[in-house]
């Protein structure tokens, strides 16, 4: 019922420009097509690492943007 909707037709449309290019970014950027360690454990710390990466990507071009007396100003709150 909820993907039927009005906003979760919106939503959906709108998955493959954030939730898809995540993944797509992951496996052809981070090397997450195939995994370089044995077992779940270690699978799921490259995973975690790939994640921190990206948002580490994230982080700097939004703070890139905002130019720099913000981040002057986020350094000096910290």
Known sequence: QN????RGKQLYK???QTIERSFA???ELHGL????????AKVRE???LIAVAQNI???ALLLS???KGFVIR????I
């Open 3 to 6: 993907r039927l909707s009005e």
């Open 14 to 16: 709108r998955r493959s």
């Open 25 to 27: 970014d992951a496996k």
């Open 46 to 48: 490259q995973c975690l």
């Open 33 to 40: 097509r195939y995994a370089r360690y044995r077992g779940l």
């Open 57 to 59: 990507k994230k982080m």
């Open 74 to 77: 986020l350094i000096y709150q």
């Open 65 to 67: 943007k905002r130019g």
